[in-house]
């Protein structure tokens, strides 16, 4: 419910730092997919916990602040990466490229420190208790393949996810990109369903229907618009059917007239 909030943000850093205009068409599609995240939520909220653990109230709270804290700075993120990719058009797999490179140095950098830094539960859960163990990474890594395969095809799926959304960026806005990112939502919903047994709920399907009505109507697609493409498409196929049976029948004639 709360990572939807990095719409609304993306939203007025764009129209604050960017100057951009957003349609009143485009903030009541963003109400929608903010309704529809809200609706999602609400429903796993109303479910039964299986998972045996109680929270107390403060955690609750420091975890949902952080959650927002980390929209903000997301949202940043997106306003900055289209800042760049427009005004110094850079090429999206330029964008990703560097992000990774400085992602890689500055977590590689960090990890020096992490292994000396003891914290202990519930901030780790390693043999050691330091911040991050990484010598115990690898070892973990090179005695199972599977932890391989899996790490191979997140940081492929990661890297054509970041293509995809600068893409979408510099061709449109970052805002649209939170938007269309918001359906992910969705497909995990389809395949937590398919493949591992999630409950359904009711209340999911009718959130999942204002996010994609939101989405819908944020890019301006609307049941109107649809039908006056449509009915353009079906009058331009007649137009042309009838061009071409007066050309045809042009080049008969002239046939005709030239033997």
Same mark, same amino acid.
């Given at each position: 419910?709360?990572?939807?909030?990095?719409?609304?943000?993306? @939203?007025?850093? &764009?129209?604050?730092?960017?100057e951009k205009l957003i349609k009143r068409q485009q903030w009541f599609g963003i109400f929608l997919v903010i309704m529809g995240l809200i609706i999602v939520a609400l429903a796993d909220i %109303?479910?039964?916990?299986?998972?045996?653990?109680?929270?107390?109230?403060? &955690?609750?709270?420091?975890?949902?602040?952080?959650?927002?804290?980390?929209?903000?700075?997301?949202?940043?993120?997106?306003?900055?990466?289209?800042?760049?990719?427009?005004?110094?058009?850079?090429?999206?797999?330029?964008?990703? $490229?560097?992000?990774?490179?400085?992602?890689?140095?500055?977590?590689?950098?960090?990890?020096?420190?992490?292994?000396?830094?003891?914290?202990?539960?519930?901030?780790?859960?390693?043999?050691?208790?330091?911040?991050?163990?990484?010598?115990?990474?690898?070892?973990?890594?090179?005695?199972?393949?599977?932890?391989?395969?899996?790490?191979?095809?997140?940081?492929?799926?990661? @890297?054509?996810?970041?293509?995809?959304?600068?893409?979408?960026?510099?061709?449109?806005?970052?805002? %649209?990109?939170?938007?269309?990112? &918001?359906?992910?939502?969705?497909?995990?919903?389809?395949?937590?369903? @398919?493949?591992?047994?999630?409950?359904?709920?009711?209340?999911?399907?009718?959130?999942?229907?204002?996010?994609?009505?939101?989405?819908?109507?944020?890019?301006?697609? %609307?049941?109107? %618009?649809?039908?006056?493409?449509?009915?353009? $498409?079906?009058?331009?196929?007649r137009y042309r059917k009838l061009n071409e049976e007066i050309i045809e029948n042009m080049e008969a004639d002239s046939s005709e007239?030239?033997?």
């Amino acid at each position: 419910m709360l990572r939807g909030s990095v719409i609304i943000f993306v @939203a007025l850093l &764009s129209v604050g730092f960017l100057e951009k205009l957003i349609k009143r068409q485009q903030w009541f599609g963003i109400f929608l997919v903010i309704m529809g995240l809200i609706i999602v939520a609400l429903a796993d909220i %109303t479910s039964k916990d299986t998972s045996g653990e109680d929270f107390g109230r403060n &955690s609750i709270i420091t975890g949902d602040l952080l959650i927002v804290l980390a929209q903000i700075i997301t949202s940043v993120q997106m306003v900055i990466e289209e800042k760049f990719v427009h005004s110094q058009d850079i090429p999206p797999l330029q964008a990703v $490229g560097w992000e990774g490179v400085f992602g890689f140095t500055v977590l590689g950098l960090l990890h020096i420190p992490f292994y000396y830094i003891y914290v202990g539960p519930p901030f780790s859960n390693n043999a050691r208790g330091v911040l991050e163990d990484i010598v115990d990474g690898f070892t973990q890594i090179g005695n199972n393949y599977r932890l391989i395969l899996a790490i191979c095809g997140t940081i492929l799926s990661i @890297a054509f996810f970041n293509f995809a959304g600068i893409s979408v960026t510099k061709e449109m806005s970052a805002t %649209t990109r939170m938007v269309l990112d &918001s359906v992910r939502t969705l497909v995990i919903w389809m395949f937590s369903l @398919a493949l591992f047994g999630q409950a359904f709920h009711w209340l999911q399907l009718l959130g999942f229907f204002f996010l994609i009505i939101g989405m819908f109507m944020y890019n301006g697609v %609307t049941f109107t %618009t649809v039908y006056l493409k449509l009915r353009q $498409g079906v009058v331009n196929l007649r137009y042309r059917k009838l061009n071409e049976e007066i050309i045809e029948n042009m080049e008969a004639d002239s046939s005709e007239n030239n033997p």
